[in-house]
């Protein structure tokens, strides 16, 4: 929980600052061109009228559909501003890391269920992996494994086994070998190592 709630504080963090970010080019957009500042005032009040005339007249009021006809008009007047400055309308939106989640770690489902982020879960993961000690797969791995290090010689009453250290391990690692390639058979057995504390 409190791995949780650390990635939770970086989402909010980020999400903030790519909406401070999109307010910063907004304000400057906005300066440069006045008409669009203009523009975007009208649509919010356009919307805010549009819903109170819900509200009021239903779907079906004549002045809804103008409000409507109107909204549309800006909405275009818009896009030729940002096009004729060579800017798609995704310039004044904050750019999120994530568009799924918004940066938040959570998205709604189109029956209103919350589902953690496929962002999220990549990051506990990445977590959890590199807390396992397995992050340096790159360089130890079955092609880097050396069975050099391990003796040739047969002795029962040292290993306990009537073949060689070396003899084993290479058993051990063709056993590894056959349980990563089966990882996803459902009739594959798994692995137990067991040794005394350090052993590797």
């Known amino acids: 929980m409190e791995v949780l709630n650390s990635i ?6 980020k999400k903030l600052e790519a909406e401070m970010d999109a307010e910063k080019r907004k304000e400057e957009l906005y300066e440069n061109v006045p008409k669009l500042k203009e523009i975007e005032d009208n649509l919010n009040s356009f919307a805010i009228n549009t819903a109170k005339n819900i509200l009021k007249y239903g779907n079906s009021s004549s002045a809804q ?4 006809r109107r909204i549309n008009d800006l909405k275009n007047q818009k896009s030729e501003i940002l096009n004729s400055l060579n800017l798609d309308e995704n310039y ?3 750019h999120y890391e994530c568009n799924v989640c918004n940066d938040t770690g959570y998205y709604t ?4 269920q919350t589902h953690m982020c496929y ?3 990549q990051k506990l993961l990445n977590y959890s992996f590199n807390k396992s000690n397995m992050s340096n797969l790159d360089k130890e791995n079955f092609s880097t494994f050396n069975a050099d290090i391990f003796s ?17 391990i290479l058993n051990i690692k063709e056993k590894c070998i056959e349980f990563v390639e089966n990882f996803d058979d459902p009739n594959q057995k798994n ?5 005394n504390t350090g052993l590797r």
């Open 8 to 13: 939770l504080q970086e989402y909010a963090k």
């Open 65 to 68: 559909d103008e409000l409507e």
């Open 92 to 94: 004044l939106k904050p």
């Open 109 to 112: 489902d189109s029956n209103y």
């Open 119 to 121: 962002c999220l879960k």
């Open 152 to 168: 040739d010689e047969v002795d029962v009453a040292k290993y306990r086994f009537n073949i060689s250290p070396r003899k084993n």
């Open 191 to 195: 692995l137990l190592f067991t040794g």
